[in-house]
């Protein structure tokens, strides 16, 4: 069975001082649609503990969901880097979706940076055409940062560039899938992006139940 724990942001209410995490409601609708079989719990921003907390539930898949920027909130960069070492570690799927992304590409030690009008034209709130499995796909965007293709981890495939500026949409290491459109964002869920998600965990569970019926 896959268990798979999703990252949330944090977040602070309006009228007085209280930090809390939340996710998206889009999230309960897209994973009864992209893994419909999988159990999933939310996990909250507590550091060094959560390595615990995700060995209680047995978790044995993460998504990092989107959010705040890498920087903005201490207590989510350093829950999310316990869980990308912890990850590492046992080699355990990972999933980052736009802020996920980021917060990947960042702990396997490349750069991302804040772009200018130009770019946040084709990125920010809008759609454009990605370049993928020598296709081309319309995808949303929710972001103002880039994936430096200069730093680019050595042990990373690019799978996806956008079709407007050449920068990288999506990447692929061993236990790696990043995305940085949101396809849980969109009105009618799409199949094609939804299946490579798949894929991904379905594989990797596999292989998991292999090893311990070796």
Request: net charge neutral; glycine share 4%; hydrophobic share 40%.
């Amino acid at each position: 069975m896959l268990n798979i724990g999703i990252t949330m942001r944090v977040t602070n209410t309006e009228n007085y001082y209280e930090l809390r995490d939340s996710i998206a409601k889009d999230w309960y609708n897209y994973m009864k649609f992209v893994l419909p079989n999988a159990n999933w719990v939310l996990l909250p921003n507590i550091e060094s503990k959560i390595v615990d907390y995700a060995k209680y539930w047995k978790l044995n898949g993460f998504i990092f969901s989107g959010g705040e920027n890498v920087g903005e909130s201490s207590c989510r960069d350093n829950t999310e880097l316990e869980l990308f070492k912890y990850s590492q570690k046992e080699n355990l799927p990972i999933l980052g979706i736009c802020r996920g992304f980021q917060a990947i590409y960042s702990f396997m030690g490349g750069k991302i940076e804040y772009q200018n009008e130009n770019f946040s034209k084709i990125h920010r709130a809008t759609k454009h055409k990605i370049y993928i499995n020598n296709s081309t796909k319309m995808v949303n965007s929710y972001h103002n940062n880039m994936a430096v293709l200069d730093s680019k981890p050595k042990n990373i495939d690019v799978l996806a560039l956008c079709a407007e500026d050449n920068s990288i949409e999506a990447f692929r290491s061993e236990n790696i899938l990043s995305l940085l459109w949101h396809p849980e964002r969109e009105r009618r869920f799409q199949e094609w992006d939804a299946e490579i998600i798949r894929i991904f965990f379905n594989c990797f569970i596999q292989l998991i139940y292999a090893f311990k019926n070796f």
